[in-house]
């Protein structure tokens, strides 16, 4: 099919956009609505909440593996396909936490909606299948900060849904909007047009990916209770350490691996999922607990604002869409510009409001202020990093890539999440589970420190990137000097 017939079946810039931000939002939704929720879990369960974090921490493990294998499978199999199985999984996922009734299946209806981490890969590779090319940097952009309006309205609604009703309406509404996203994607994004792949599916490389993340998670978000030197938590590092290494060993042999670990051999790569990691521990997905903390928490604390949770989530809802309202010119400077200037100012702002925050405890016109300096500096952070990687990434490719950056930051955020939870829990009140300042100042120093790192690492991201070839199974056989084929076939092959 020649380009211009092409041209003329897409759907166009607006109809292509508007469902893929609609489905990028489930996958945020998902994650924010959960933030202002913990605090009336801790009071409903009474639990603390180290324990109350894994209602996010189950949803960001299985998250971080289906971005990957989502992203992958896209790319071999049809990302339209894909995309709409792993919407109806995760609204089965909201279903069973709503049904449940208890902590532990709310814990499981979670992971199950996990597999919404696999919606922000796809979207970024249908944006760029069915977009103009010079339109791509801005529809990128505007899905990639869509979480910013996931995370104003999973505040705001499930602030009042807990004022109002109860937390279970919560999870009616996930599971609504998942099954309207994955109709509208039937609807207007074309059917996919993938050839017939010969490439085998990577079920080792997909069994042992999740082990590997899971259990490092799992050592890491139980050390309050366990300590460092326990006998449970250096079993279950180890264990993760020891399935990554022969993950990662395997994925460099297979001919068809669920991650090309050799992309990160190129600068531009390696130093954007470095910088992705950075900013997830830090103000990516570090500063959400505290933050819900300081907004809830009673003014005689010292740091808290006293809101209710409606009021939370109205004041998370207004910086957020002024972050999410400023993303297409986010996307305009990234193809004028480069994606690295924004990816950068978009970092800086996120770790300038953080000393912001600690300097000025229980004033809520300041924090209002810091919080939409932060909302900014995702809404520029998400819309730059993917083009980032699309300026040295090709077509064919960018679905995976794309999933093992949500993987990267998942991992981050679930470890920013387990690693907040062990200092807020530390510094907690046995008696009235009250949080002392010094516990919410901890978590966000701990985000400060990590800001800056992604700062330096975006720094070192070259000005003039080069694009990243992936070996070809046939190409890579003759640098190793397996194979006896003739090298003008695989080039023509390759052609």
């Known amino acids: 099919m020649s380009s ?22 489930i996958s945020a939704f998902e994650l924010s609505m959960m933030y202002v929720m913990l605090p009336t879990l801790i009071r409903d369960f009474q639990v603390d909440a180290n324990t109350v974090a894994w209602v996010v921490t189950a949803y960001l493990l299985v998250s971080a593996s289906a971005a990957v294998l989502g992203g992958r499978f896209g790319d071999m199999y049809g990302r339209r396909k894909v995309m709409v199985i792993v919407l109806v999984v995760a609204a089965i996922g909201s279903l069973i936490s709503l049904l449940g009734g208890s902590l532990g299946m709310i814990i ?22 069915h977009l103009d090319e010079k339109r791509v940097p801005v529809g990128i952009s505007m899905v990639g900060a869509s ?22 309406g919560i999870f009616v509404f996930a599971a609504v909007l998942a099954v309207i996203a994955a ?32 259990a490092l998670l799992l050592g890491l978000s139980n050390s309050s209770k366990t300590g460092f030197m326990s006998v449970e938590f250096l079993g279950l590092i180890g264990l993760g350490l020891a399935a990554a290494a022969v993950w990662a060993w395997w994925e460099l042999r297979v001919e068809s691996p ?4 050799r992309m990160f051999k190129n600068r531009q790569i390696a130093l954007a999922m470095t910088a992705t990691v950075f900013a997830a521990i830090g103000p990516l997905g570090g500063v959400s607990v505290p933050s819900q903390m300081i907004m809830q928490s009673p003014s005689v604390l010292g ?4 809101l209710t949770p409606t009021s939370a989530g109205v004041l998370i809802c207004l910086t957020a869409l002024v972050g999410f309202a400023l993303s297409p010119l986010g996307g305009k400077l990234a193809f004028r510009y480069g994606a ?13 409001a953080i000393p912001v925050i600690l300097l000025t405890y229980g004033n809520t016109i300041v924090y209002l202020l810091a919080m939409t300096m932060n909302g900014v500096g995702i809404s520029l952070t998400y819309g730059a990093l993917p083009n980032l990687l699309i300026e040295v990434v090709p077509e064919s490719h960018t679905s995976e890539t794309a999933g093992t950056n949500t993987m990267i930051r998942n991992v981050g955020q679930s470890a920013a999440i387990a690693i907040g939870a062990f200092i807020l829990a530390s510094n907690t009140d046995p008696t009235t589970k009250a949080i002392s300042q010094e516990g919410i100042s901890g978590a966000l120093i701990l985000v400060l420190v990590f ?9 070192m991201l070259s000005r003039n990137p080069k694009p990243w070839v992936p070996e070809t199974v046939g190409e890579r056989d003759i640098r190793r000097g397996t194979t006896t084929a003739d090298p003008e076939d695989i080039v023509s092959a390759s052609a």
Not at 258 to 261: A, D, F, K
Not at 303 to 306: I, K, P, R, V
């Open 4 to 25: 211009t017939t092409r041209a003329l079946k897409r759907p166009g810039f607006a109809p292509v956009v508007i469902v893929l931000v609609l489905a990028e939002i």
């Open 108 to 129: 499981f209806g979670r992971a199950i909606q996990g597999v919404a981490g696999a919606v922000l890969g796809l979207a970024f590779g249908l944006a760029r299948e």
């Open 147 to 168: 979480a910013l309006i996931a995370g104003a309205g999973g505040s705001m609604i499930a602030g009042f849904m807990i004022d109002l009703f109860s937390w279970h």
């Open 183 to 214: 109709l509208a994607i039937q609807l207007v994004i074309p059917r996919d047009t993938n050839a017939a792949t010969s490439d085998k599916p990577d079920y080792i490389g997909a069994i042992l990916l999740p082990i590997a993340v899971s």
């Open 258 to 261: 669920i991650v090309n670990l």
């Open 303 to 306: 740091y808290g604002l006293g």
């Open 340 to 352: 690295r200037i924004v990816f950068i100012a978009g970092l800086v702002l996120m770790a300038l």
């Open 451 to 459: 800001g800056v790192l992604a700062v330096v690492m975006a720094l």
